[in-house]
């Protein structure tokens, strides 16, 4: 993989690059310019030879256009032509050329510029004599993310002068192949209007191409998990919603020809607009069940058990034919598809379907229960094979990949009907990479973000984003894919008239659609998964669009406020299903007992927080294991729930100070900005609610334990604190949000946070009748564990530990692993490590001393395997708790392990 490379927009980085920019200045048809007059031109002429394919294919065409309208937009004409000599002095002159054109131009390609798919170079250069900046790049896409970008600057920082003659050049390559962007099609009522709305697909797929996505799945049949309670069922099997198959008599009931054609149409509408944008089109087929509970809103007729493989290859064929702009699919291929899990000639048959378009096509597979013989069925195809993994199970976590999955999902819990496989010996496939990242595979993975965590509040961390950016390149996989803002919203029939936004005020709704709130978040994913690097100024220029002097606070305040969610998702996890928990709306689990809801099927008996997981067991304790350590005095070599606590809470604080300094700025009557202040102010309520309520859980566990009054009381005393916060945040969001945000028809899937007080308010009072202890153990300590519990934990010490980490292993030989620390301190170190799949226990050796350094060996039995290894150390000291390094760091973004690659052995 090409690295990332980038000459800057500064002077800073300028001045950095120097010797690099002296080579290109060089090359003849190059030359550096210094800052040019920050005035509008009167007019640009755009130059593109006739003959240059990349410069008029489509993606160039339609970013060309998008620099035109930002140009009108600031009252610059411009025009095309198609030699620099047919531009007058008085243009100026905007070269646009594939790396193949350049000599065309009288442009000699310079050596530096990169040869990587997707990368772009914006150079002011002179060329035959004036002044022109050339915007090229390797293929069609790094040309359009050139010219796009360049038209995104000038509509949202204007001073087109100062733009088109920048100072500086622009070099920029990819470093992740696969940013993917998911929406789904779950509600008739909701999704129908978007879905048939063609200014709506323009807008929206310009935004997708401007921020450098280059895949779209528009995604059908995800509505719901089974067959069984199916209401809403449009699209859930979508090819007799889209297609009549010649030899079959299978159509959707209450769907009329004209409108099963309009849908084809509109299929094909939207897949040619998006790869007239430079994106793949990804169409996701997430259900093949066509027998529906009668209250269904529509039956396929005409489909029996025999006609099901051969209908479905034969009309997915046909959609293919019917959209040829579509170059990929993406299928559910266990269980919860409709189709039994082992049924290898179904999907074979399937897959003959995909194979039949008769060109270049990528086949995706959701990775859960997936198993060797499917594998090889989709490999033999020849076609362009991925699976998908959930990162961070149906959620989103801290940025970095679980180092563990929870114990429930790693062994069987017997038969479950079509899931019979997942739910027995392929059950930790559910909810992270499994054991796909062996070296030697033959696929490509693509990791899945699931929207688990946050659907409705506005998110955006450029610090986060990055982080993740880079850890979607583990053991060589491929990048991300996103499920979009909202997704799942009106869900299983929960859908209601008037859109996705969910929002009470009228004031608030989104003039261009619903997709508007999250351009920021848009921005942060697509570009930092480009680039990790990304310069700043890049998104900062849309905040001071939409905030103006508010936008350097207002990016603050969401980026401290954006962290607390994926912590706490890391932290406690009583369901990894997007189906059930949700703590941007958190339903409360029992403290006490459990509130028989059904909320949290996938937590230990019996359902309270008190036995829930973390979603990373591994390095995230429970709160019971935090409450024994507590009680017993023994150094927990994990973060603890007030670890979580304390970090919750301080990114709390400190993301308000940063949302009053934007308050200040005067913007309180500003849609855009009351927006913005309300959902950086839940996030705030809620890192103060669950920092509250996880100091609770502690509290009460050491209460069953050892009968402890004090303890009680004060646990009492911390839970009215919390539900007094979430008390005042509901009532904050009361006039913003509706009565019943709906992502499904359970009541775990929908209604407003004032519909979660009562609940709390009977645990509470459960609480209150001083329920009988499980125990009576003494607790001399009481007074320093209660003050422990409730003052911040003592910091993590730093025994200034280095270590200089391996990239490869030759398999079948042992591993040497070193660590020095700075200081004596250090009574114990011991390495953890694994083979890199969730199925895997983790090992753990003490290393041996040699003066302030240690070392230990991993055996070369251990070693011999085609997966990659992980490892971290813990260090521990006479006293205090131990170190864990690397650790994840004071800004919770550091990967807390390193992964080292096997290599063959010589």
Same mark, same amino acid.
């Given at each position: ?77 411009? /025009? ?8 007058? =002095?008085?243009?100026?002159? !905007?070269? &646009? #050329? +594939? *790396? ?127 067959? /069984? ?8 099997? =979508?090819?007799?919603?889209? !297609?009549? &198959? #010649? +030899? *079959? ?658």
């Amino acid at each position: 993989m090409n690295p990332p490379t980038r000459v800057g927009l500064d002077r800073r980085s300028f001045l950095k690059g120097a010797t690099v920019l002296t080579g290109l200045a060089a090359v003849p048809g190059f030359r550096l310019q210094g800052q040019a007059p920050a005035t509008p031109d009167s007019a640009v002429a755009i130059v593109q030879a006739p003959s240059d394919r990349t410069a008029r294919s489509r993606p160039v065409q339609w970013a060309i256009e998008r620099l035109r309208v930002g140009l009108r937009g600031c009252q610059i004409k411009s /025009r095309l032509c198609e030699r620099i000599a047919d531009a007058t =002095p008085e243009e100026t002159c !905007v070269l &646009v #050329s +594939g *790396y193949e054109a350049l000599s065309e131009h009288g442009v000699t390609r310079s050596s530096l510029l990169p040869t990587a798919a997707e990368s772009v170079a914006v150079v002011p250069s002179i060329v035959g004599g004036r002044e022109v900046l050339l915007v090229t790049g390797s293929d069609e896409r790094g040309v359009s993310y050139g010219l796009s970008d360049l038209a995104d600057a000038i509509a949202t920082a204007g001073n087109p002068g100062q733009l088109l003659r920048p100072a500086v050049p622009v070099i920029e390559s990819a470093a992740t192949p696969v940013r993917s962007i998911m929406r789904l099609f779950v509600s008739a009522t909701e999704d129908k209007p978007w879905f048939n709305d063609r200014d709506f697909w323009r807008r929206y797929l310009d935004l997708l191409a401007t921020e450098r996505f280059n895949r779209f799945q528009l995604a059908f049949g995800l509505g719901y998990d089974f067959a /069984r309670d199916i209401s809403d069922s449009y699209f859930n099997l =979508p090819y007799p919603f889209l !297609v009549d &198959v #010649s +030899g *079959y008599r299978v159509r959707a009931t209450n769907v009329p020809e004209q409108e099963r054609d309009n849908n084809l149409a509109m299929l094909r509408f939207i897949s040619d607009e998006t790869q007239a944008r430079g994106l793949d089109f990804q169409l996701g087929i997430w259900s093949h069940s066509y027998e529906w509970p009668e209250r269904a809103t529509h039956h396929v007729e005409g489909l029996s058990a025999e006609l099901h493989a051969p209908y479905a290859r034969d009309a997915l064929a046909q959609v293919l034919r019917e959209c040829p702009a579509i170059s990929g699919v993406t299928l559910r291929v266990h269980g919860e598809s409709g189709v039994a899990e082992g049924s290898w000639n179904f999907w074979q048959t399937v897959f003959a379907g995909i194979a039949g378009a008769r060109r270049p096509m990528r086949l995706d597979m959701h990775a859960k229960n997936i198993d060797e013989e499917t594998i090889r069925l989709a490999l033999e195809t020849r076609m362009s094979v991925s699976i998908s993994p959930k990162f961070w199970a149906e959620h989103m976590g801290l940025p970095y990949h679980q180092s563990s999955i929870r114990v429930l999902e790693t062994g069987p819990d017997g038969p479950a009907g079509l899931l019979a496989r997942s739910a027995v010996d392929r059950r930790f496939t559910r909810y992270s990479f499994g054991d796909l990242l062996k070296s030697d595979r033959q696929y490509k993975v693509v990791h899945r973000i699931w929207p688990g965590t946050q659907r409705v509040l506005m998110w955006g961390d450029p610090l986060f984003v990055a982080r993740y950016s880079r850890i979607f390149r583990i053991a060589g996989t491929d990048g991300c894919e996103l499920f979009e803002p909202l997704s799942f919203k009106g869900r299983r029939g929960s859908g209601r008239v008037g859109g996705r936004h969910g929002y009470a005020d009228p004031a608030l709704v989104p003039s261009g659609g619903d997709f508007e709130k999250f351009a920021y978040y848009y921005r942060l994913w697509g570009r930092l998964l480009y680039r990790p690097d990304t310069d700043p100024e890049t998104w900062r220029r849309q905040l001071r669009h939409a905030y103006g002097p508010a936008a350097e606070a207002a990016e603050a305040a969401l980026g401290y406020a954006s962290r607390i969610l994926p912590l706490i998702t890391s932290a406690f996890a009583p369901s990894a299903s997007v189906n059930r928990y949700w703590p941007e709306l958190f339903v409360p689990m029992g403290i006490v007992a459990d509130l028989g809801d059904d909320a949290y099927p996938d937590t230990p008996e019996p359902k309270t927080m008190v036995n829930a997981s973390s979603l990373d067991p591994q390095l995230f304790a429970t709160f019971r294991e935090s409450a024994d350590a507590l009680r017993s005095g023994r150094p927990l070599p994990k973060y603890s729930p007030l670890d979580a606590a304390h970090w919750s809470e301080r990114l709390a604080d400190t993301a308000e100070r940063f949302l009053n300094t934007a308050r200040a700025a005067g913007l309180p009557r500003d849609p855009a900005f009351r927006r913005f202040d309300a959902d950086v102010d839940a996030q705030i309520r809620l890192g103060r609610f669950f920092g509250k309520l996880f100091r609770v859980v502690v509290l009460y566990a050491i209460y069953e334990q050892t009968g402890n009054a004090e303890v009680l009381n004060r646990a009492i005393g911390l839970y009215r604190t919390a539900i007094e916060i979430y008390r005042q945040l509901a009532e904050r969001l009361k006039p913003v949000y509706v009565a019943d945000i709906s992502f499904g028809n359970a009541k775990y899937q929908r209604g407003h946070w004032s519909d979660r007080l009562p609940a709390l308010a009977r645990d509470l009072a459960a609480m209150e009748r001083r329920p009988e202890p499980l125990g009576h153990e003494p607790l001399p300590n009481a007074s320093a564990i209660l003050e422990h519990i409730e003052s911040p934990p003592p910091p993590w010490p730093d025994f200034g530990a280095s270590h200089q980490p391996l990239s490869t292993f030759v398999r079948g030989r042992p591993i040497e692993l070193e660590l020095t620390c700075g200081h004596d301190g250090v009574r114990e170190v011991r390495l953890h490590y694994r083979i890199l799949h969730q199925a895997a226990a983790w090992e753990s050796v003490p290393m041996t001393r040699n003066g302030r350094g240690f070392r230990a060996r991993i055996e070369a039995s251990y070693s011999d395997t085609t997966y990659p290894l992980q490892y971290y150390f813990s260090l521990h000291g006479d006293v205090g708790r131990p170190q864990l390094y690397p650790g994840i760091g004071p800004d919770l973004a550091g990967e807390p392990y390193w992964v080292i690659s096997p290599l063959q052995q010589a």
